[in-house]
């Protein structure tokens, strides 16, 4: 299948500190895509990825599961070491876990993580009703675009494929028990009013990870997908302040020069 117009992934070859982007479940890199063309323009190399299954048709993810997804962002992640002095992770619900993962697995190769809603348990019955539903009925409603901004649209799944819904609760499970493994500095922007990802998902994240460098801002004027939203701006200026405090050499002269 053909990918969808804007769902295409993003690839910047800049300086010496890169960056790893990773998109939501059903989503795709449309809504990273401003945050990395920001992070682009101020010399980072840049890399956001299109998930296994996700830019296409739902029916396309219903044959994947979170192996295919944590394994793409793994090799991405690898890709930038073996071209950057410094590599920082950084994603959106699912792909804030993805990253997570990553800064659990991978250790002093991850200098930082930044992560905005970031998801860590499938919430309510739905949870316990998916190992059965998901045989029965393939697809539930999608959970894209909870967006304020009038006229904000993430470009995703409308339905939401059941199987990768199962594959991603045990993923979630996976990514909490390991969240002690996290140290790397940590900068979390999440949303009070979020209708995807509630705010306790937060809570828990930044009560199990172990870094010692934690800074927590709230997104109050957004919805779920913050980085399309009336905060946008603010993430995109947080984080690169964050990786430029960890990683000196962003802002100046020669960075954009590629490493």
């Known amino acids: 299948m053909p990918?969808?117009?804007?769902?295409?992934?993003?690839?910047?070859?800049?300086?010496?500190?890169?960056?790893?982007l990773c998109h939501g479940f059903t989503g795709s890199p449309q809504s990273l895509r401003p945050w990395a063309e920001y992070l682009a323009e101020h010399g980072l190399t840049v890399s956001?990825?299109?998930?296994?299954?996700?830019?296409?048709?739902?029916?396309?993810?219903?044959?994947?599961?979170?192996?295919?997804?944590?394994?793409?962002?793994?090799?991405?992640?690898?890709?930038?070491?073996?071209s950057c002095a410094q590599v920082f992770v950084a994603g959106l619900s699912m792909g804030g876990a993805l990253a997570l993962r990553l800064a659990a697995r991978h250790g002093d190769a991850v200098s930082g993580v930044v992560v905005v809603n970031p998801a860590n348990k499938v919430h309510g019955l739905a949870a316990y009703a998916l190992p059965l539903v998901r045989?029965?009925?393939?697809?539930?409603?999608?959970?894209?675009?909870?967006?304020?901004?009038?006229?904000?649209?993430?470009?995703?799944?409308?339905?939401?494929?059941?199987?990768?819904?199962y594959s991603l609760r045990t993923f979630f499970r996976l990514v909490d028990?390991?969240?002690?493994?996290?140290?790397?500095?940590?900068?979390?922007?999440?949303?009070?009013?979020?209708?995807?990802?509630?705010p306790a998902d937060s809570a828990r994240v930044l009560s199990r990870v172990s870094s010692a460098d934690v800074r927590e801002i709230l997104l109050e004027q957004s919805y779920h997908v913050a980085t399309l939203d009336h905060d946008a701006d603010r993430i995109f200026e947080e984080s690169l302040a964050f990786i430029g405090r960890l990683a000196p050499s962003v802002g100046k002269e020669g960075t954009a020069a590629g490493g």
Request: glycine share 12%; charged share 20%; net charge negative.
């Open 48 to 82: 956001l990825p299109l998930l296994p299954g996700h830019g296409t048709r739902w029916e396309d993810m219903q044959l994947t599961g979170w192996q295919d997804w944590y394994a793409e962002v793994d090799r991405e992640l690898r890709t930038l070491r073996d």
């Open 3 to 20: 990918v969808l117009p804007g769902a295409e992934p993003y690839r910047h070859d800049g300086g010496e500190v890169g960056v790893l």
């Open 135 to 165: 045989h029965l009925v393939p697809s539930t409603k999608g959970i894209t675009s909870d967006i304020a901004k009038q006229g904000g649209t993430e470009l995703g799944y409308d339905r939401v494929p059941l199987h990768a819904a």
């Open 177 to 198: 028990g390991e969240l002690p493994q996290v140290t790397q500095p940590l900068l979390l922007l999440h949303s009070p009013q979020d209708h995807v990802v509630p």
